[in-house]
């Protein structure tokens, strides 16, 4: 059996975490038109404590392309939760943390927790990749560290560096379009020689 010491709490735990997640892949707020939300609308959104809103404002930030990207590099710095689950891949068999009301995440796993300034960051690569999700995680790992001994977190470092290379490569898709980017295979995080999990 592939789970066999897990105590009945931390399996509540874990069924609760999936279902949240799968209700909320399911619940987008579809009804919602594109073209009648601003991209300031989106920003806004996207740090709603709603999970329906916040899910919607992240694919309209995918609808919108490279125009909103210079929007999302406001959150640099911002530790508040995203309470979507947009950026999750439910394939991907990985427990992240996440904030229930009146339970905030401790700080021992705040480089796990997807942060609104992850949750930008992470956007700001969607946008290149063309999709939500686009990897299993919102979890950055160092590309010059041998495979094997990679961790997968969101360091205060990595969320610098990752930063610095978006915003040069922000500027640089504004000048040779996200089409030039793509073809080139130069991703938002390259100069940071980042990647997400």
């Known amino acids: 059996m592939l789970v066999k010491n897990i105590t009945v709490d931390r399996f509540l735990l874990l069924l609760a975490t999936f279902l949240f997640t799968?209700?909320?892949?399911?619940?987008?707020?579809?009804?919602?038109?594109?073209?009648s939300i601003s991209n300031i609308e989106i920003?806004?959104?996207?740090?709603?404590?709603?999970?329906?809103?916040?899910?919607?404002?992240?694919?309209?930030?995918?609808?919108?392309?490279?125009?909103?990207?210079?929007?999302?590099?406001?959150?640099q710095g911002d530790r508040r939760i995203f309470?979507?689950?947009?950026?999750?891949?439910?394939r991907a068999?990985?427990?992240?943390?996440?904030?229930?009301?009146?339970?905030?995440?401790?700080?021992?796993?705040?480089?796990?927790?997807?942060?609104?300034?992850?949750?930008?960051?992470y956007l700001i690569s969607a946008v290149y990749y063309d999709k939500l999700p686009f990897a299993h995680a919102p979890l950055l790992i160092d590309e010059t560290v041998k495979r094997g001994e990679r961790e997968a977190k969101n360091t205060k470092e990595f969320l610098e560096l990752g930063y610095k290379?978006?915003?040069?490569w922000i500027q640089e898709c504004q000048i040779k379009g996200l089409d030039?980017?793509?073809?080139?295979?130069?991703?938002?995080?390259?100069?940071?020689?980042?990647?997400?999990?």
């Open 180 to 197: 030039a980017m793509r073809q080139a295979g130069r991703t938002p995080l390259a100069d940071a020689h980042l990647s997400w999990y």
């Open 43 to 75: 920003i806004k959104f996207l740090a709603s404590q709603n999970p329906q809103e916040a899910n919607l404002a992240a694919h309209n930030v995918l609808n919108q392309g490279i125009s909103i990207l210079p929007m999302l590099l406001k959150y």
């Open 165 to 168: 290379s978006a915003k040069q």
């Open 83 to 90: 309470m979507g689950t947009a950026l999750i891949n439910p």
């Open 93 to 121: 068999s990985i427990l992240l943390p996440m904030s229930i009301e009146g339970f905030p995440i401790p700080e021992s796993q705040m480089e796990r927790a997807t942060t609104m300034e992850v949750a930008a960051l």
């Open 22 to 35: 799968l209700s909320a892949h399911f619940s987008v707020a579809g009804d919602r038109n594109v073209e």
